[in-house]
């Protein structure tokens, strides 16, 4: 399983970003994708998640109405358009294969099926 993460970078509050997850090794069209994010000093924290057929989306409470996440599964891509950011959108993002799971705030470090994450910078 190989996961790559793109298109951080920085961005001025209100300003817009968008991040791909390209994936190989596994059966990409099979298997929801979620993102998440860890600010420094702060726990994992579950951004996005979307079925394997990308009809079902799930947003946390803090991005719902400014972040869009979609799939392509001829491409092997997902996907997080980050709109009107926020200071508080720092962060390291990071795509994984799978259902968000609780149990990765602690055992993220060892979790097989995730990228190395890319920087975004709201200043």
């Known amino acids: 399983v190989q996961l790559v993460e793109s298109g951080g970078g920085s961005a001025q509050p209100g300003g817009s970003l968008t991040l791909s997850c390209a994936a190989s090794g596994f059966a990409f069209r099979t298997k929801a994708m979620t993102w998440v994010r860890q600010a420094p000093g702060k726990d994992l924290e579950r951004v996005s998640e979307?079925?394997?057929?990308?009809?079902?989306?799930v947003y946390a409470d803090s991005v719902k109405g400014r972040f869009l996440i979609t799939r392509d599964n001829d491409k092997n891509t997902v996907y997080l358009q980050l709109n009107d950011l926020k200071t508080e959108d720092t962060a390291i993002y990071y795509c994984?294969?799978?259902?968000?799971?609780?149990?990765?705030?602690?055992?993220?470090?060892?979790?097989?099926?995730r990228g190395q994450g890319t920087q975004v910078t709201v200043s």
């Open positions: 979307i079925d394997s057929g990308g009809s079902g989306t």
């Open positions: 994984a294969m799978g259902r968000y799971s609780d149990s990765w705030r602690t055992r993220w470090d060892l979790y097989k099926f």
